[in-house]
């Protein structure tokens, strides 16, 4: 009996431990949602960011968007991951930086990098910047004040089929509310 209540004990102080190491800052893996002690939630699957000069808002991570003409095709924009959480802007809230794709109704599947800027309510997207079509996307930083997304890319000369192989890392910086891409020498 004195070891069961040791055991309940040592559970419940483990757990407040655990709830008290989260402090002010949650990320539900779930839902991809992070939220912040003044109580805004960023939610990058429900957003609204600029793609090539077009809106797109992402309702449960995607958006599909109907030709606008017969001889276009459904644009589909989906969330892809790899997201990072940091403060971008130097603002003192929360951003998340994350990689979506996009497909036009070709064979082509582009991938982006964009922002959600915590704003102290749910978020306010950037514009996209186009990373590549047919990449491999794998792992995305927040080093230096700097977006990092590294991805794999095929060589210059091969065709599209070719798998991705050759290592590629890209940097980016939020500024008010743009997202620029750095160009390192």
Do not use: C, H, W
Not at 134 to 151: D, K, L, S
């Amino acid at each position: 009996m004195k070891k069961l209540i040791i055991g309940i004990i040592f559970v419940v102080i483990v757990s407040v431990i655990a709830i008290y190491a989260l402090g002010v800052y949650k990320f539900d893996f779930m839902d991809n949602k992070v939220s912040s002690e003044n109580g805004a939630v960023l939610d990058p699957k429900n957003g609204t960011y600029q793609i090539e000069g077009n809106t797109v808002t992402l309702k449960d991570g995607i958006s599909e968007q109907a030709p606008t003409s017969e001889s276009e095709s459904k644009t589909t924009t989906e969330y892809f991951g790899n997201d990072i959480t940091g403060d971008f802007n130097n603002d003192g809230k929360d951003d998340v930086a994350f990689v979506l794709t996009q497909e036009t109704g070709g064979s082509g599947l582009f991938v982006y990098v964009v922002v959600s800027l915590g704003d102290g309510k749910s978020g306010a997207g950037t514009n996209a910047i186009y990373l590549g079509d047919r990449i491999a996307p794998q792992t995305t930083e927040f080093r230096n004040g700097e977006i990092i997304v590294n991805y794999t890319d095929r060589k210059s000369d091969e065709p599209f089929s070719a798998v991705p192989s050759v290592g590629v890392s890209k940097y980016f910086k939020v500024v008010g509310s743009e997202l620029l891409e750095i160009v390192n020498l």
